[in-house]
């Protein structure tokens, strides 16, 4: 139920900031970032790959519908498309993919979105079909010699739940692929060692999750398949990720056992922790290939690690554990990778500056930006940056958030007034906020609106034990944190209670919903594909989530009474504020049917409601004229159910039971 973010830098021009400022309320100001600006900036990139000293990544494209293309730095501080017209490089596994190709030399292999084959594609040439339909392919690596992809794939020729598997692809196409290993539910980071002789792999089973437990396997390679399998590290309430060989088949991954994920080494016999620390070398592995560190071959690593939400990058020194964090300016980092032993790219982000591709000299810690997706920036005078904040929550309990104060420089509110809040839940509900720039977020601060961007009990980033928070309290551990945070903020004058709104996507949807039916501090709500029926959540989604709620909520079937009793569905007694739903019509991970069961019983019930259903978009929507038409009907539902008029020309949206209409 993880959230689509889209993130944004933007170039555009700002009122005179000589000028004095217009006396107007909180929402009703003017601001440069309009929602066809959103669009044509909201390109989001990811998976960057390095190969035979060449850069590589996906972007986005949201005014070609949507499709993700293949890129490299064109060498003037653009880029050159590589993936032709026709295709779509995005995979389908768990759903919310995850590398979706890999580069050798310039022969590119990837999934194709459409028909989730593999291709291959060499320059010059059209890409051409390796597998056959009813797959779906991603992680892929090549072995040293060339001749086969190890992949995860995922088989959907049979009725009933997919089946994952580990499999080699010969490079020549002509078959699904040889199942190397199929003996568990899920799988993930096929790596093989730079001699070829061995693989190592992530397994896990239902009804765990990857952050929950996972073991990591190495087994002998052979023509024949795989010899000799044992596990290395995992097991019960153990999280390993990303295993990745060394020069010397040192093998090295990260795992959870000390609560944070931290980097360790296997050799043969034991693990042993290598730079023991209370940070997060890792991330919850919603999408595959995620890449937090990189082996430099030489002795050391270079490491993104996170501190309170907060990314650093590091030169680690694998024989003494030493730590040599770069002074950089970035506060979100992603896609580690070398380009060679004393350069690193990633992708980067910080509060002033949306994400970019990055080099970094590790010897010197310089830094530049290779490419934005838009290289120019909103001006600094309108920017709001997210303060972190702790505040106290249920239990005697700390939660973290970060919140962003109304700001722009042409505006100031009337004496005494204080802004409407939007209280904005991640999805996940694994996962977290991040303190990045997210133009996305700044077209509210710019009108007048305070948002705070809540970690809730629950979210990643903070240990284990913190994410532990929300194993069977889903929907009251997170509900009583974003309550929590209004109280909070109203208590320290920064607010108005009385035109506080919630909103979120995926499972911060789902949080929503159940604050609206169960608490009483939010006036109004933004449900973007959120969870309404739990029950029905658990019967509907995919193979990857459709356990997940073991552990969230409860099994079923004996759990049934806690479904019944934590589905903002089943409680609307309590459910009295304007709601606004927004949701895809091709949603597998949320599907359509939650959506409208809740916009149906509460109009129903005389609840003021709006609904928007997108065709051909699916968890999070990428197509520019669906973005345009979600915000801009979200701002105009807002400025009807508190009553101010929001600048600009909106289209009207209609709702359903608002007094006066």
């Given at each position: 139920m993880r959230q689509i973010l889209l993130t944004f830098a933007l170039a555009m021009p700002v009122a005179n900031t000589h000028a004095e400022p217009r006396v107007a309320p909180y929402g009703t100001w003017t601001s440069p970032i309009a929602a066809t600006e959103l669009t044509r900036s909201a390109v989001r990139i990811g998976d960057l790959r390095t190969s035979a000293g060449r850069v590589y990544w996906w972007e986005s494209r949201p005014q070609r519908g949507g499709r993700y293309v293949l890129v490299t730095p064109d060498g003037r501080g653009g880029v050159r498309e590589l993936t032709p017209d026709g295709f779509n490089v995005r995979t389908r596994v768990h759903e919310y993919g995850g590398s979706p190709y890999t580069v050798v030399g310039d022969t590119v292999y990837f999934s194709h979105w459409s028909d989730q084959r593999l291709y291959v594609h060499v320059p010059g040439s059209a890409p051409k079909a390796l597998t056959?339909?009813?797959?779906?392919?991603?992680?892929?690596?090549?072995?040293?010699?060339?001749?086969?992809?190890?992949?995860?794939?995922?088989?959907?020729?049979?009725?009933?739940?997919?089946?994952?598997?580990?499999?080699?692809?010969?490079?020549?196409?002509?078959?699904?692929?040889?199942?190397?290993?199929?003996?568990?539910?899920?799988?993930?980071?096929?790596?093989?060692?730079?001699?070829?002789?061995?693989?190592?792999?992530?397994?896990?089973?239902?009804?765990?999750?990857?952050?929950?437990?996972?073991?990591?396997?190495?087994?002998?390679?052979?023509?024949?398949?795989?010899?000799?399998?044992?596990?290395?590290?995992?097991?019960?309430?153990?999280?390993?990720?990303?295993?990745?060989?060394?020069?010397?088949?040192?093998?090295?991954?990260?795992?959870?056992?000390?609560?944070?994920?931290?980097?360790?080494?296997?050799?043969?016999?034991?693990?042993?922790?290598?730079?023991?620390?209370?940070?997060?070398?890792?991330?919850?592995?919603?999408?595959?290939?995620?890449?937090?560190?990189?082996?430099t071959g030489r002795g050391q690593a270079v490491v993104r690690y996170s501190e309170n939400a907060i990314d650093r990058l590091a030169v680690l020194d694998l024989a003494s554990g030493r730590l040599r964090a770069l002074d950089l300016p970035y506060t979100t980092l992603d896609s580690v990778q070398l380009l060679s032993s004393q350069t690193a790219y990633a992708i980067g982000a910080s509060g002033t500056m949306g994400e970019a591709v990055i080099a970094v000299d590790l010897a010197s810690g310089q830094h530049q930006i290779v490419h934005a997706p838009d290289d120019m920036k909103l001006p600094a005078a309108l920017v709001s940056i997210g303060e972190p904040i702790e505040f106290p929550t249920a239990h005697g309990r700390t939660a973290h958030a970060f919140f962003y104060a109304p700001r722009n420089p042409a505006f100031e509110a009337p004496a005494g007034q204080k802004p409407p809040l939007l209280v904005k839940v991640h999805g996940g509900p694994t996962g977290h906020a991040q303190a990045m720039l997210d133009v996305g977020l700044q077209y509210w601060t710019s009108r007048g609106f305070a948002v705070v961007d809540v970690n809730y009990g629950g979210s990643s980033g903070y240990g284990r034990k913190y994410r532990e928070r929300l194993n069977g309290q889903?929907?009251?551990?997170?509900?009583?944190?974003?309550?929590?945070?209004?109280?909070?903020?109203?208590?320290?004058?920064?607010?108005?209670?009385?035109?506080?709104?919630?909103?979120?996507?995926?499972?911060?949807?789902?949080?929503?919903?159940?604050?609206?039916?169960?608490?009483?501090?939010?006036?109004?709500?933004?449900?973007?594909?959120?969870?309404?029926d739990l029950e029905m959540l658990a019967r509907e989604t995919h193979k990857f989530e459709s356990r997940y709620l073991d552990r969230l909520v409860a099994p079923l079937p004996q759990g049934k009474a806690v479904y019944v009793a934590r589905s903002p569905l089943h409680h609307l007694d309590g459910f009295n504020e304007p709601l606004i739903t927004f949701q895809g019509k091709e949603d597998r991970v949320v599907p359509p049917s939650q959506s409208r069961a809740i916009v149906d019983a509460l109009r129903a019930k005389g609840v003021p409601v709006a609904y928007l259903?997108?065709?051909?978009?699916?968890?999070?929507?990428?197509?520019?004229?669906?973005?345009?038409?979600?915000?801009?009907?979200?701002?105009?539902?807002?400025?009807?159910?508190?009553?101010?008029?929001?600048a600009g020309n909106l289209p009207e949206v209609h709702i359903d039971n608002l007094p006066g209409t």
């Open positions: 056959p339909q009813g797959y779906r392919y991603a992680d892929c690596v090549v072995d040293p010699g060339g001749a086969r992809l190890y992949c995860v794939r995922e088989d959907h020729t049979q009725p009933g739940e997919a089946q994952n598997a580990l499999v080699a692809v010969p490079v020549g196409g002509g078959s699904a692929g040889q199942v190397l290993y199929s003996g568990s539910d899920f799988v993930a980071y096929p790596r093989v060692s730079p001699d070829g002789t061995r693989l190592a792999w992530i397994s896990w089973n239902h009804p765990n999750m990857p952050w929950d437990t996972t073991t990591l396997h190495v087994a002998d390679l052979s023509p024949e398949g795989l010899r000799n399998v044992r596990t290395v590290a995992g097991g019960e309430d153990e999280s390993v990720l990303e295993p990745n060989w060394d020069a010397d088949g040192t093998l090295y991954f990260v795992s959870d056992r000390s609560d944070w994920w931290n980097l360790y080494r296997w050799k043969g016999d034991a693990a042993q922790p290598v730079a023991p620390m209370q940070a997060e070398f890792a991330a919850p592995l919603w999408s595959l290939g995620q890449a937090n560190y990189a082996l889903w929907g009251i551990t997170d509900v009583e944190d974003v309550v929590a945070v209004v109280c909070y903020l109203a208590q320290s004058g920064r607010i108005d209670p009385q035109r506080a709104a919630i909103r979120g996507g995926s499972a911060g949807g789902y949080t929503t919903l159940a604050a609206l039916a169960f608490e009483n501090v939010f006036k109004a709500g933004a449900n973007y594909y959120g969870v309404s259903e997108f065709d051909g978009e699916q968890h999070g929507f990428r197509k520019a004229e669906n973005i345009v038409r979600a915000t801009e009907a979200e701002l105009a539902f807002y400025g009807r159910v508190f009553g101010f008029t929001p």
